[in-house]
């Protein structure tokens, strides 16, 4: 069975410091895995998605995520925040055979933004 | 282009009437998914909407059906509601079948609550 764990339920973080968001995730196989973030009265948006390339993976708004399979992770991160980011952040993991029906999001991490 | 639309924005229904909830995909889009998001979880996937198929479900009970018309818009019905159908619709669009490598669409979501 594939799931995702996000550690942390709620992450604060003061503005122009590092922000850590974490993800451990349970596969059979090589999974797909993705970081979408939602702000209030907004759509899902989609960060930046790992797809068995490189596992250092860019996306929007200067984070990214590294993927570590001996670790089962993919933490979000970014080297600076910025007020704009204070949004829910949601890890969510596919599987073979890769097709949205089976994608499976964690419960969220709520990421707060102190002036 | 024009972005992922739902409505209504808000519902409020009583125990056992049904609602019917509504999305226009992103201009092009052939696949539609709709998911469930209850207060404080990730996003669980329903059904999916492949040209006016349906090309998926999760472990949601057969009140809760769906459309998908030929302009590709698409419905989401719920008979006999219940106090736990409370929660956050979301629907997502996207091009080619729902393979998960390809980014899903999101609206801003219909809030419904049943009471």
């Known amino acids: 069975a594939q799931s995702v764990t996000q550690l942390d339920s709620h992450v604060s973080v003061s503005e122009g410091t590092p922000v850590l968001l974490r993800c451990n995730y349970s596969?059979?196989?090589?999974?797909?895995l993705f970081w979408y973030v939602q702000h209030p009265n907004k759509g899902l948006q989609l960060l930046l998605k790992?797809?068995?390339?490189?596992?250092l993976v860019k996306g929007i708004n200067g984070f990214e995520a590294e993927f570590k399979k001996s670790e089962t992770s993919f933490h979000l991160t970014k080297p600076s925040a910025h007020m704009s980011d204070a949004a829910e952040y949601f890890c969510v993991v596919s599987p073979p055979p890769y097709n949205n029906n089976d994608m499976r999001f964690g419960a969220g991490t709520r990421l707060t933004v102190k002036p | 282009e024009t972005g992922v639309t739902q409505s209504p924005t808000h519902l409020i229904k009583t125990r056992g009437q049904q609602v019917t909830l509504r999305c226009s995909s992103q201009?092009?889009?052939?696949?539609v998914s709709w998911y469930q998001q209850a207060l404080g979880q990730g996003p669980q996937f329903i059904f999916q909407?492949?040209?006016?198929?349906?090309?998926g479900r999760g472990n949601f009970p057969p009140r809760f059906s769906g459309l998908q018309f030929p302009n590709y818009s698409s419905e989401l019905n719920v008979n006999a509601l219940e106090l736990d159908d409370s929660a956050l619709y979301l629907c997502?669009?996207?091009?080619?079948?729902?393979?998960?490598?390809?980014?899903?669409?999101f609206g801003p979501g219909t809030r419904l609550l049943v009471l």
């Open positions: 201009s092009g889009h052939n696949t």
């Open positions: 909407y492949y040209r006016e198929e349906e090309n």
């Open positions: 596969s059979s196989y090589s999974p797909s």
């Open positions: 997502a669009s996207s091009l080619g079948g729902g393979l998960v490598g390809e980014t899903q669409y």
């Open positions: 790992y797809t068995s390339a490189a596992t």
